[in-house]
Nanobody
Framework: VQLVESGGGLVQPGGSLRLSCAASGLITRFNAMGWYRQAPGGQRELVAA???????VYADSVKGRFTISGGNAQNTVFLQMNSLKPEDTAVYYC?????????WGQGTQVTVSS
């Protein structure tokens, strides 16, 4: 199973980015998909997750600004990030869970700076 992210980049504060993650090599549906991030010197933290393509959870720091979608039978997941702040700067990782197994993407850099 491979997860491939895209959509990271450099954006000014207040701007928007949309991250995408597509899975390959699996013919069944993941239990959950989500996004984590890790800032320099920090720990990897949950940003948002979605189960059943419907139920979502967000970190308090991104509520109202980020929206997760997908997590359906196509095994794709998206993260729309609006009103970005410098503190959102991090490497963002796609995550997918199937039973007791966790899969990770290679990460995509998001930098918010003027």
């Amino acid at each position: 199973v491979q997860l491939v992210e895209s959509g990271g980049g450099l954006v000014q504060p207040g701007g928007s980015l949309r991250l995408s993650c597509a899975a390959s090599g699996l013919i069944t549906r993941f239990n959950a998909m989500g996004w984590y991030r890790q800032a320099p010197g920090g720990q990897r933290e949950l940003v948002a997750a979605i189960t059943g393509g419907i139920n979502t959870v967000y970190a308090d720091s991104v509520k109202g600004r980020f929206t997760i979608s997908g997590g359906n039978a196509q095994n794709t997941v998206f993260l729309q990030m609006n009103s970005l702040k410098p503190e959102d700067t991090a490497v963002y990782y796609c995550n997918a869970q199937l039973d007791l197994l966790n899969y990770w993407g290679q990460g995509t850099q998001v930098t918010v700076s003027s």
